[in-house]
């Protein structure tokens, strides 16, 4: 048989990628920032003698290096098989460039999300965290929140993607309204209503960055990371 009819047996018996397939990923994304609450309420109560508000900063440190290797994992696990699995690299080059609406819209986002947390903290919430912590704490913290961001970014990409594969349409926050169903409900049951509801906002908001930004993982990235730590 000729080289040219075995790739296109190759081809034609190739699974067709679904919908499904990114959304599985979106969802484990999600599962893997759930792994927190994991080690939190189940695994190191025990070895730590007492729940979360009990811990010394030592053992808090040591949860958030624990939860940021976790994270990394997860998403070097998830971009890979993206990429070798479903042929979507996340980093491929994007030809468009960003454009002055497109600039201020990012900067927009960033001031609506800062002004949302100083109103939600009662004041600028990097200084506030990093007057509770303390410096050392504040760094680790803000190390986890870099982690943290990664996934929150992914969960909209794979879910973005999804959407594109079943509804055709390209220029809607789809993968948005995922991040804050998921990010909203899980703050509904570990904090309040109100928590969840912002939650859910700040995830379509983060969405609609992902889009404004040309799908560029790493402008995303920069963006999303401002709004959820601001």
């Not at 893997?32 to 189940?42: F, I, K, S, T």
Request: a neutral charge.
């Amino acid at each position: 048989m000729t080289e040219k009819g075995m790739e296109h047996i190759s081809t034609s018996a190739s699974p067709k990628i679904k919908g499904s397939d990114y959304l599985g990923l979106a969802i484990w994304a999600f599962g893997g920032l759930g792994m927190e609450a994991l080690y939190a309420y189940l695994l190191e109560p025990v070895p730590y003698g007492g729940p979360m508000q009990e811990w010394t900063p030592g053992q808090t440190i040591m949860h958030w290096i624990l939860t940021c290797i976790t994270w990394g994992i997860f998403a070097a696990v998830l971009m890979k098989k993206s990429e070798t699995k479903y042929e979507f690299d996340l980093f491929e080059a994007k030809s468009a460039k960003m454009t002055l609406v497109r600039l201020g819209l990012c900067l927009l986002f960033v001031a609506a999300a800062f002004w949302l947390d100083y109103v939600s903290w009662g004041g600028f919430k990097v200084y506030l965290e990093w007057q509770r912590r303390g410096s050392l704490l504040f760094v680790f913290q803000y190390v986890y929140y870099a982690f943290e961001a990664m996934l929150f970014l992914l969960i909209i990409v794979f879910g973005q993607k999804a959407c594109e594969v079943w509804f055709h349409r390209e220029n809607f926050p789809f993968g948005g309204i995922i991040c804050g169903l998921t990010w909203g409900l899980a703050h509904m049951f570990t904090k309040d209503i109100l928590t969840g509801i912002l939650g859910l906002v700040l995830g379509v908001a983060m969405g609609s960055v992902y889009l404004v930004v040309n799908r560029d993982l790493r402008k995303a990235y920069v963006v999303l990371f401002l709004m959820f730590v601001l």
